[in-house]
């Protein structure tokens, strides 16, 4: 295998899409990283690139991945935000023109999409990255935190939930998505849910799932339960839902001694996508009336929520493509949530 050969700071960072994922995640945790540079922006809609040229004037807009890999030899890093069904080719396009990769979720499709990327990335000895920015928020960061301190005893349930109420899908993608194209709320809100459970309980050893379609023509799963045993013991609960009514707790973790449950979502994606930054001085702090509650019925007491950190997966990404530091996610991770949701599908379809 190549050698490591470590980058020079500013990073050259080339974003493919500019919507959700590309302007309230990667383009704000870029900008506010001084080991990176946002050198050019990947989008062909009008109003994207209207608002890219403003928040980012330095940066070069084009319309088209062709444009990007193009420009290859003036880059370090590509970071792809596009629709699920294209992680993979890009990925394989970035590491063809030698360049760094980050994916967001899913990683792919297919394990064994996921596989072949990781062995080419190994073999042509370039970074390959997922973003499971999750692994930052705080509520997650706490209840590491709690379980790492033996807060709750011996952990047997773990329910875990994302859930919203939007009862028509304003995506344009997402609305056709099939889920042999990576759509539906398993490979959205589930990727990120599998992977909290894997990293909090280790490997699955049996899973049951139940995927319903709930908004009338919907191409894929928008109402969603996952089942997960762990050779560990313990078993996780985890629904995803993009149409609830009402919205069941964050969290809810029972053990041998206490039980730990959170309401509310993290609020670091809100407050981007309201303009904030990862340097403000309250970035990913939760008011104290949101913090989680940790006892027994009759004994609880309120717990700080760590602040979340959603900057700390590019300051990984920094160490890790200048001085030669672990990636801020393994792949392999990613291919272990893959694994999983390919589960879930040949159970359910």
Do not use: C
């Not at 989680?292 to 700080?304: C, S």
């Amino acid at each position: 295998m190549p050698q490591f050969q470590p980058a020079t700071a500013p990073i050259r960072t080339g974003l493919i899409g500019f919507g959700t994922s590309g302007r309230v995640f990667h383009s704000p945790l870029l900008a506010a990283n001084p080991d990176f540079s946002l050198d050019l922006i990947v989008t062909r809609d009008p109003a994207r690139l209207n608002a890219a040229a403003t928040r980012y004037p330095q940066a070069r807009l084009v319309p088209t991945v062709e444009d990007l890999f193009a420009a290859a030899d003036d880059l370090d890093l590509v970071v792809i935000g596009s629709p699920s069904a294209t992680h993979v080719e890009l990925a394989n396009a970035a590491l063809d023109a030698g360049l760094a990769v980050v994916v967001d979720k899913p990683f792919a499709v297919k394990p064994w999409e996921g596989r072949d990327l990781i062995e080419k990335a190994r073999r042509l000895g370039l970074l390959l990255t997922v973003f499971q920015n999750r692994r930052w928020d705080g509520d997650f960061l706490t209840l590491r935190a709690l379980l790492a301190e033996g807060a709750l005893g011996e952990v047997r349930r773990f329910e875990s939930r994302f859930e919203w109420w939007k009862p028509e899908q304003t995506k344009s993608w997402k609305v056709g998505a099939t889920i042999q194209q990576g759509g539906g709320v398993l490979f959205d809100l589930g990727a990120h849910l599998i992977d909290q459970a894997l990293q909090l309980f280790g490997p699955v050893d049996d899973v049951y799932a139940e995927t319903l379609t709930r908004r009338p023509g919907g191409a894929a799963d928008d109402d969603t339960f996952v089942a997960l045993h762990h050779g560990s013991g313990v078993r996780s609960h985890l629904w995803m839902n993009g149409i609830a009514a009402q919205v069941g707790p964050r969290f809810r973790v029972l053990g041998s001694e206490s039980g730990y449950t959170k309401w509310g979502l993290d609020g670091q994606e809100t407050a981007l996508a309201a303009g904030a930054s990862p340097t403000d001085p309250d970035f990913g702090v939760d008011p104290e009336s949101a913090w989680g509650m940790l006892g027994r019925d009759g004994a609880l007491t309120r717990v700080p929520t760590e602040r979340g950190a959603y900057g700390a997966f590019y300051s990984g990404l920094a160490d890790a493509l200048l001085r030669g530091g672990p990636v801020p996610v393994d792949p392999e991770d990613a291919l272990r949530v893959i694994n999983v949701i390919e589960r879930v599908n040949l159970l359910t379809h």
